[in-house]
């Protein structure tokens, strides 16, 4: 069975820093992409990074509006996927949420974890 | 970008009910949309990849359709268990959301 599971959330001053972490098991994680998509309240979905596997050299890709402020790396040998968050602003207030990317797009996705940038 | 817009925003339909919901691109993605369902407190889950292939476990109620611009979902006999969030995805360049389709039962 697929399972995700994302950790590290939590309450950030505004300018502070976080690391998402994204832990998976049930799937050959070497075989995958994985990306991070996050949700402000009451708001619609906004991708936000991609990290490709060692078949493509592990490129990453972020949407424009994080890019610099976000990180994506992955550890094959844990089989997890990690997002680091810097310079965080109110706007970063989202459920973010870790998925796999097969063929047939985001077919899997963890519960998401709650990060709340307020002072 | 590819801008994505769903429509409606919200839809209230009766059990049995045929249910329709929109999404349209706002240039040609070819068949490069999926249709995910999200219940309140769950992650979402892909229902429809590529316009109108069905995933695997997912009821036969669902299905989809389109090409190009336009897509439609389809819930052919509303369930007491659709209640939730609809929002296509489109992966034609990059990925881009739509804004979500809120699904109540009247």
């Known amino acids: 069975e697929v399972q995700i599971l994302e950790t590290g959330g939590g309450l950030v001053k505004p300018g502070g820093s976080l690391r998402l972490s994204c832990a998976t098991s049930g799937f050959n994680f070497n075989d995958y992409f994985m990306n991070w998509v996050r949700q402000a309240p009451g708001k619609g979905l906004e991708w936000v990074a991609q990290?490709?596997?060692?078949?493509?050299?592990?490129?990453?890709y972020y949407a424009e509006s994080l890019e610099g402020r976000v990180t994506i790396s992955r550890d094959d040998s844990k089989s997890s996927v990690y997002l680091q968050v810097s310079s965080l602003r109110a706007e970063d207030t989202a459920i973010y949420y870790c998925t796999r990317e097969g063929i047939t797009l985001f077919d899997y996705w963890g519960q998401g974890v709650m990060v709340t940038v307020s002072s | 970008d590819i801008q994505m817009t769903q429509s409606p925003s919200f839809l209230s339909a009766s059990v049995g009910d045929r249910v329709t919901i929109n999404c349209k691109a706002s240039q040609n993605i070819n068949r490069y949309l999926n249709w995910y369902q999200q219940k309140l407190g769950e992650a979402p889950k892909l229902l429809i990849y590529n316009a109108n292939s069905l995933q695997t476990g997912i009821p036969s109620r669902f299905s989809g359709s389109g090409s190009g611009t336009d897509f439609t979902l389809t819930i052919s006999s509303l369930q007491p268990e659709d209640v939730a969030t609809y929002f296509c995805l489109q992966h034609n360049s990059w990925r881009t959301f739509g804004g979500g389709t809120k699904l109540e039962l009247k």
């Open positions: 990290i490709r596997n060692k078949n493509y050299n592990y490129a990453t």
